[in-house]
C-alpha cells in the first residue's frame, strides 16, 4: 500500500482530556466542556475498494478549512464522587483532488468517532481513574484516479475500550493531566494517548495544552484502514 501523509489542523472537542483542577469529592454533579484545536498530522496506508490513494504532497495542509464539507466535534464530562461519565463525538468531512504527474486523484472521506465510557476512582488510586467503555467509527472514503479506476468504500465498527486516567494538580494553578486507552475487537488495533499541561484561571475556566496520539487499524472487503493521527493540541475547559 502506498503511503498516505497529510498535515491538517481541525477545530475539535477534547475526546482524550477533560479534567477539573480537582478530584470531585462532593456529592454534587460537575458538568465539563472542552474547545479545543488539534494541529494532527496523519500518517500511514490506506485503500478503498482495492485501489489505492496515491501519495499526496508532504507539504498539503487542511489548516485552510475550504477543503472541509462539513465539521462536528463536541466532548462532554459529568462527574459526581469518584465516578464519572464521558461522551465525545468527532466528525470530519473533506473533499480534494491532487495531481500526481499524468494522474490526477480525486479523495472524498468522511469519518466519525462516537466514545461512551465511564471513570471510577479506587481508594487506594490517587489522582487516577480507571475508565472503561466504548468506541464505535464510522469511515466512508472514495478514490478516483483520472486516468484510471476508481473505488469507495465504507465501514462501521465498534470496540470496547480501557484505560487510565490521572491529573494532579501543583501550587493551586498549574497541573498535568493524561490519559491512556486500547481497544480491540472489529478492529485489529485502537490505542489513544494524551499528555497535557493545564493552567486553572479559576473554578470555571482552565487552559489545557499538549499532544496526543491516535492509532486505528482496520481491514475489511472494502476498505483498509492502518492510520496514525498525532500532532499538539490547545483548548479551554468550561466546568459548572
Known amino acids: 500500500m502506498k503511503r498516505l501523509s497529510i498535515l491538517f489542523a481541525a477545530l475539535a472537542l477534547s475526546g482524550t482530556l477533560t479534567y ?8 454534587d454533579w460537575q458538568f465539563k466542556l472542552t474547545p479545543y484545536v488539534w494541529l494532527a498530522g496523519i500518517t500511514g496506508d490506506t485503500a ?6 496515491p501519495p499526496i504532497n508532504p507539504g ?24 464519572s461519565a464521558h461522551s465525545d463525538l468527532v466528525f470530519i468531512s473533506f473533499a480534494d483532488t491532487f495531481p500526481d504527474g499524468a494522474v490526477q486523484s480525486s479523495f472524498d472521506f468522511s469519518g466519525a468517532t462516537l466514545e461512551l465510557s465511564a471513570g471510577y ?19 466512508t472514503m472514495d478514490v478516483a484516479l483520472n486516468p484510471g479506476p476508481s473505488g469507495s468504500g465504507s465501514a ?15 501550587a493551586n ?40 496520539y491516535l492509532k ?21 475547559q468550561f466546568a459548572w
Do not use: C, H
Not at 479506587?122 to 469511515?139: C, D, H, M, Y
Not at 497535557?196 to 473554578?203: E, L, N, V
Open 48 to 53: 478503498s475498494d482495492g485501489v489505492d490513494l
Open 156 to 170: 462501521s465498527f465498534v470496540d470496547p475500550i480501557i484505560g487510565v486516567q490521572y491529573q494532579q494538580t501543583f
Open 60 to 83: 498539503y495542509s487542511f489548516f485552510s478549512l475550504e477543503n472541509f464539507d462539513g465539521v462536528a466535534f463536541i466532548d462532554f464530562t459529568a462527574e459526581k464522587g469518584k465516578w
Open 121 to 139: 476512582q479506587p481508594a487506594s488510586w490517587q489522582n487516577t481513574k480507571l475508565i472503561f467503555g466504548a468506541r464505535g467509527v464510522e469511515v
Open 173 to 212: 494553578k498549574w497541573g498535568v493531566a493524561a490519559r491512556g486507552d486500547i481497544g480491540s475487537g472489529s478492529s485489529e488495533l485502537m490505542f489513544n494517548a494524551g499528555l497535557a499541561g493545564t493552567y486553572s484561571f479559576d473554578d470555571t475556566f482552565m487552559l489545557l495544552f499538549g499532544y496526543r
Open 20 to 27: 477539573a483542577d480537582e478530584p470531585v469529592t462532593d456529592d
Open 216 to 236: 486505528m487499524e482496520f481491514e475489511d472487503s472494502d476498505l483498509l484502514l492502518d492510520l496514525s493521527l498525532q500532532g499538539y493540541s490547545i483548548g479551554f
